[in-house]
């Protein structure tokens, strides 16, 4: 949510315009009786990709990512529950919402097993995901996620610095002005502009956040860092959250088969300051795993 916000560019690039510019379906599943919102690109059957927000965030973050993924691919953003434009729940877990990453994959219509992409927050449900559901995942990628420490979005939250009980503004433009990135770094302005744009509803009286405060109100279960059935890789941002001595922790723990893929001049938000680098590191990492066997089980 930006303070740090790059300027520069008064007018996004086109490869920005163009991605947005890509067909995209938005479509609804029921998980456990709530309604969970998601979006694809490409074509339903084969393989596919889910990709997973971080706190307080929801699919939109993905919008100028998903489209250069989906050569061949279906690409699925889907808003965990209490975020954008999903239900909320009485109470929010990192099961439940890898409950939610499945139903999803499966209601798109992906026909193999997905790999599961996730950012922050986002990472940690994707470690879940792999570890109770094994082989029906098929690979595992997490974005700067803490995973010895709380999220950044819960820090802030629980030291309330940031992600309180929800406040309604008088406007849509006195809103818009209020956005951050947590932790604060700098951005690419098109691109907090469009994310800014989608993270917000009307209510009476005016405007506020999409997420639900009680997301924010969960426990990390003990069991993240665990060998796994799936392949598994680890971004790190060069100035992110994810220190290199935590992650070589994860990687010893992961069974040391997860390969730890630095973005370089990255910050935590990676999607929003070096999207390009991002895809770049993605799409490579696909394309290798497409030409190798996975590891053996444990």
């Not at 699925?76 to 109470?91: F, M, N, P, Q």
């Not at 993240?224 to 992650?247: W, Y």
Request: glycine share 10%; proline share 8%; with cysteine.
């Amino acid at each position: 949510m930006v303070s740090m916000v790059d300027t520069n560019s008064a007018a996004p690039p086109a490869w920005f315009s163009a991605a947005l510019a890509t067909p995209v379906t938005q479509r609804t599943t029921i998980v456990d009786g709530a309604t969970i919102a998601y979006r694809t690109w490409g074509d339903p059957g084969g393989c596919g990709l889910v990709l997973v927000h971080g706190g307080a965030a929801h699919s939109r973050w993905w919008d100028h990512i998903g489209p250069l993924l989906a050569d061949g691919r279906l690409i699925v953003a889907i808003d965990l529950s209490g975020h954008g434009d999903s239900a909320r729940r009485e109470s929010y877990g990192l099961d439940r919402w890898a409950g939610e990453v499945l139903a999803v994959a499966e209601d798109a219509g992906i026909a193999s097993p997905p790999t599961v992409i996730g950012h922050s927050l986002g990472g940690l449900v994707t470690l879940r995901s792999a570890a109770v559901f094994g082989s029906r995942i098929d690979g595992a990628v997490v974005i700067d996620s803490p995973i010895r420490e709380m999220s950044p979005e819960e820090h802030a939250a629980q030291e309330h610095r940031a992600f309180g009980r929800l406040r309604v503004y008088p406007s849509k433009e006195a809103i818009l002005a209020r956005f951050r990135p947590v932790p604060d770094q700098p951005v690419l302005g098109y691109i907090a502009d469009h994310v800014a744009a989608t993270s917000v509803r009307e209510v009476d009286g005016g405007w506020t956040w999409k997420w639900d405060p009680a997301i924010f109100r969960r426990q990390v279960p003990p069991t993240l860092l665990t060998r796994l059935d799936c392949r598994v890789a680890l971004f790190r941002a060069e100035h992110g959250m994810v220190s290199t001595e935590m992650s070589d922790v994860m990687y010893d723990r992961l069974g040391r088969v997860a390969p730890v893929i630095e973005i370089p001049a990255a910050g935590h938000h990676v999607m929003l300051d070096h999207p390009i680098a991002l895809v770049a590191a993605i799409r490579t990492l696909l394309s290798a795993w497409d030409h190798s066997l996975p590891p053996p089980g444990p």
